[in-house]
């Protein structure tokens, strides 16, 4: 019997035709290119009236752009993380699916909100409701990272098969560790000055590192490794 065309492409425990991820990677690269260049939009040229000093008076309207300019630098650090953990996502993961691809378009639509939202706290950065919708969006990515791997790597569904539950959950946790610190930014902006409750993101490096490491040691190697007995951290 003649072998089916998709058979070479389909894991063993698939329910449905899975595809080839290059369109995911293209897809995905493009949107946040797209994101990370409207970001910049938001950052106006200085408008100096006729008969006004130079100097000074594009020294105070560039002073005055700084709220743009705090908000452009904090929306691209968020993007450049998300990018960098879905950068490793797609690194383990061999296939794609339709949920996979449904899951992808909903990251896909807040990664795109994230220019809005920009503008919307650089605008209205002194009110509670506009940096909780910042917080919001920020949060609504990690999810939707978050689940898409859950998808993926349950099972090893979607990922090369030498992918073990514990280099999955070390990959599961690091999904998790930028939404929580927008959900515990968001209660702080009902407590604190909004605009500084961002601080704690830069945290973010710091908590992941280690992680980080122990994701790199075992991508390189053997990512079953010696802790594949252990039960999965999530």
Do not use: C
Not at 127 to 149: C, R
Not at 214 to 232: F, T
């Amino acid at each position: 019997m003649s072998q089916n065309k998709d058979d070479s492409v389909r894991p063993s425990n698939s329910y449905m035709p899975f595809m080839s991820k290059r369109r995911t990677e293209g897809l995905t690269d493009n949107v946040y290119a797209f994101a990370m260049t409207l970001l910049v939009l938001n950052l106006a040229i200085p408008v100096i009236e006729s008969g006004q000093n130079v100097e000074s008076s594009l020294a105070s309207a560039l002073l005055n752009l700084w709220p743009q300019f705090w908000h452009y630098l904090l929306a691209f650090y968020v993007l450049g993380i998300y990018w960098t953990v879905h950068h490793t996502q797609l690194h383990f993961i061999e296939y794609t699916d339709r949920g996979a691809l449904w899951l992808t378009i909903i990251y896909l639509m807040f990664i795109t909100l994230i220019p809005f939202t920009t503008a919307l706290g650089s605008e209205f950065g002194e009110t509670k409701l506009a940096v909780w919708i910042v917080y919001m969006n920020i949060a609504a990515i990690g999810l939707a990272s978050h689940y898409y791997w859950r998808h993926a790597s349950t099972g090893n569904r979607l990922t090369k098969k030498r992918v073990g539950s514990y280099l999955a959950g070390k990959i599961r946790i690091q999904t998790l560790f930028m939404p929580f610190m927008a959900l515990f930014s968001a209660g702080l902006v009902f407590i604190t000055y909004p605009r500084w409750t961002f601080i704690p993101f830069f945290f973010v490096p710091l908590i992941r590192w280690r992680n980080w490491r122990i994701i790199d040691s075992l991508g390189s190697g053997d990512w079953e490794s010696e802790k594949v007995g252990r039960k999965d951290p999530l």
